[in-house]
């Protein structure tokens, strides 16, 4: 088969690869749809999260597909899936791999397992035709939703730790994003669909704060032409946000979001930045009393993404800003970095 295979930090392309085989336990799949992400783009230039004795790795880890072929033995099926796979199911893949045996993984946290590995990182990953998963981590998609109404569960996921397990967003509370890239703009989704009655934006790209307007954001700012703290209390009666999702990273947007969060909130702070340490405003956090917490990858959410795409909160349509061959990733990182404009980049791998 080909793949995308990452050698080195900056050097990787197409290649003809071997076929994976299914361990005792595993499906292979093939993906339809695949994303492209900022933890990619952050592995590829940089080396994030990956590691040297993991080189070379096919990377991608953001996928739907169609099971091709069944590994040996009983598969473990996640959510209470009383079917096991058969092939041409279509399922949502959960890329990171907990050991299941961690004390970590046996209370439930599975993203915060000791001895984790993840596909696209540092197993193979699915920009290839073919990708070995887990059977636990693959589940599948309810009743009509398509592979291209689910593309993007996997991010999808991960928003729904941020915004839900994290941040416990309860009906008729106010919420503010930092940064509508693809998880923040998720990040409004479920703050709706939770029940956020404010769901408050900033973003200083105007296509994305568009976007936001379409996912549902109830009020968006431009943080290059407005004070954000101001905004933010002018939109909620002086009062502020009750939860406040950071999906940037960056520095200014974690200083933002601790400056605009209500006495007493809470912030998730879900962004990777590019290393190195990030000031805080410590006296802002000990008065306020905030509670500041971090949100990593997804934790058993999947089947919650899941019904939401199915309950209509998360249109694939709202967040892609193009549709490409996944062979030409190398380039699609660079554009991602070149153009603020860029939110979600999709490989259809029919092309
Ligand atoms: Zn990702
Ligand atoms: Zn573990």
Not at 179 to 184: E, L, N, Q, S, V
């Amino acid at each position: 088969m080909h793949a995308f295979v990452m050698r080195d930090i900056g050097v990787g392309g197409r290649e003809r690869v071997a076929d994976p085989t299914p361990s005792r336990g595993d499906v292979i799949i093939a993906p339809a749809y695949s994303g492209l992400c900022g933890t990619d783009v952050h592995m590829f230039h940089e080396g994030t999260l990956t590691r040297k004795s993991s080189l070379p790795v096919v990377m991608g880890h953001e996928f739907v597909g169609t099971v091709v072929e069944i590994g040996s033995g009983d598969q473990v099926r996640p959510y209470g899936e009383t079917d096991q796979l058969r092939v041409g199911d279509h399922v949502s893949v959960e890329p990171l791999l907990p050991c299941n045996s961690c004390s970590q993984c046996l209370r439930g946290r599975s993203n915060l397992c000791s001895d984790w590995s993840h596909l696209g990182i540092l197993d193979d990953g699915c920009w290839a035709d073919l990708v070995r998963v887990p059977a636990v981590r693959a589940t599948k998609l309810p009743d009509g939703v398509s592979l291209y109404d689910a593309a993007l569960a996997e991010p999808l996921a991960c928003a729904v730790n941020f915004v839900v397990q994290r941040g416990r967003v309860r009906t008729g509370e106010t919420v503010l994003i930092v940064g509508a890239g693809p998880i923040g703009l998720l990040s409004v989704a479920m703050a709706k669909a939770a029940g956020a009655e404010r769901i408050l934006v900033s973003e200083p790209q105007a296509n994305r704060r568009a976007s936001a307007e379409r996912v549902g954001a109830t009020l968006t700012i431009d943080p290059l032409a407005h004070d954000i703290v101001d905004a933010t209390r002018a939109a909620t009666n002086g009062a502020g946000p009750d939860v406040v999702v950071e999906a940037s990273g960056s520095s200014t947007a974690v200083a933002q979001a601790i400056a605009a969060a209500a006495p007493g909130s809470r912030v998730v702070l879900s962004g990777l930045g590019s290393g190195g340490t990030t000031a805080l405003d410590t006296n802002s956090i000990v008065t306020k009393e905030l509670t500041v917490m971090g949100g990593f990858a997804s934790r058993w959410a999947m089947s919650t993404g899941l019904a939401a795409i199915a309950a209509g909160h998360v249109r694939t349509d709202d967040l892609v800003t193009s549709v490409r061959p996944w062979s030409h990733a190398e380039q699609a990182m660079h554009d991602m970095v070149a153009d603020p404009t860029t939110c979600k980049i999709l490989f259809d791998h029919s092309l």
